[in-house]
């Protein structure tokens, strides 16, 4: 009597760049929301002269974070509104960053950082160039969020009996829901 096997397909392995940007689509918005400001302090060297506070909510009027860096020269700081948007295969359009610089000029904003998980669709290069040249939006898409992650070494670890890295779970474990 002849019996067929049924084979399942060896599993993909994922380099760690597809896997980083996998965990990050795992968290909450809200999460995503708290780590977004955490990354961009992270990559800098001088943290202490930094302070973020998250504003996401229902009703957040489009600013879901708010970054302050002590200004190097001179007194006071700048702020750096941060929009944040996970998406999966969704990519951030023109009306989202059109969105976004309204939010900034309403609290007279000249900076802002938008990150996404996915990509910036080519109509929002049209709404970038109808921006007045009074504000800078600095645009992080999924690939560069994973390219800053792996290059300052955050959300990762080294395994020490080999020499590769490793998601770092407690690392994630950090950002709430609140």
Not at 89 to 96: A, C, H, L, P
Not at 113 to 140: G, P, Q, W, Y
Request: net charge positive; aromatic share 10%.
């Amino acid at each position: 009597m002849w019996t067929s096997q049924i084979t399942k397909p060896a599993p993909i392995k994922l380099s760690l760049a597809d896997r980083i940007l996998l965990r990050i689509k795992a968290l909450t918005p809200t999460q995503f929301e708290h780590f977004a400001p955490s990354l961009i302090k992270a990559i800098y060297d001088d943290k202490d002269e930094f302070v973020t506070t998250h504003n996401g909510k229902v009703g957040d009027g489009g600013i879901d974070a708010v970054l302050k860096v002590k200004k190097k020269i001179g007194a006071g700081v700048d702020e750096y509104f941060i929009q944040c948007k996970r998406y999966d295969k969704t990519g951030v359009s023109g009306n989202d960053i059109q969105a976004f610089y309204g939010a900034m000029r309403c609290n007279s904003s000249n900076y802002g950082v938008f990150i996404t998980t996915s990509h910036f669709t080519k109509k929002k290069e049209k709404a970038i160039h109808l921006l007045k040249n009074d504000c800078t939006i600095i645009k992080i898409d999924g690939e560069e969020l994973v390219n800053y992650m792996l290059k300052h070494k955050i959300g990762i670890k080294e395994i020490p009996q080999n020499p590769i890295f490793e998601i770092d779970e407690e690392f994630f474990s950090q950002f709430s829901d609140k």
